[in-house]
Each structure stands twice: as C-alpha cells, then as structure tokens.
C-alpha cells in the first residue's frame, strides 16, 4: 500500500486548510485511515482516525475545528481544517491500518 497525501501549506490564524490521502495498492483492509501530526522537537500524535463505516475520532484539542471523511470509492482520506491555530503547525501524516504511512505534508499556521 501507497499513501499519497497532498494539501497542506501556511496559513494564518483562523484561516483553513484541506489535506487530502489517497492509498494505492492492496486497499481492502484498510479498516482505519486519518492523520497523525508531528510539532518541531514533539512526538508524532494522533490527530484524526475514521474507520470503513465511518466513526471519526479526533484530538480533543481540534473537535470542533477539524473534520475528516472518507470516500472508500476512491480511496480517499480528506482532513478539513478549519480556525487554524498557530499550535496546529507541524506536518501531517497520512495513516492507514498496517501500518502505513505518507510521506508527510507541512502545515503552519503563524500567529
């Protein structure tokens, strides 16, 4: 399986972004799909996980402000970004039951 993430970008506070992750390859257990995030100097942490079905999680510090959905037609994991925070910055990874991951895309959003 390939992830192939695009989107992404700098921003100011309050403004918005879309990140989107597309799988190739062998996608039919690809129960779990959504992005993780990694700050300067931070750990990489979950930020946003939705299932076949549906049932998206997310990071308390983002509920509200992010929403993630998935087009298993295609494929597809989208990430809609919204009120961007300066805490937001660092760059997002796609993830996908495996696991597997993309190759990272940069967000930053300047105060």
């Known amino acids: 399986v390939q992830l192939q993430a695009s989107g992404g970008g700098s921003v100011q506070a309050g403004g918005s972004l879309r990140l989107s992750c597309t799988a190739s390859?062998?996608?039919?257990?690809?129960?779990?799909m959504g992005w993780f995030r990694q700050a300067p100097g931070k750990q990489r942490d979950m930020v946003a996980l939705?299932?076949?079905?549906?049932?998206?999680n997310y990071i308390a510090s983002v509920r509200g402000r992010f929403t993630i959905s998935r087009d298993t037609g295609a494929n597809t994991v989208y990430l809609e970004m919204n009120n961007l925070q300066p805490d937001d910055t660092g760059v997002y990874y796609c993830?996908?039951?495996?696991?597997?991951w993309g190759q990272g895309t940069q967000v930053t959003v300047s105060s």
């Open positions: 390859g062998t996608t039919t257990t690809l129960t779990l």
């Open positions: 993830f996908a039951t495996g696991p597997f």
């Open positions: 939705i299932g076949y079905g549906g049932n998206p």
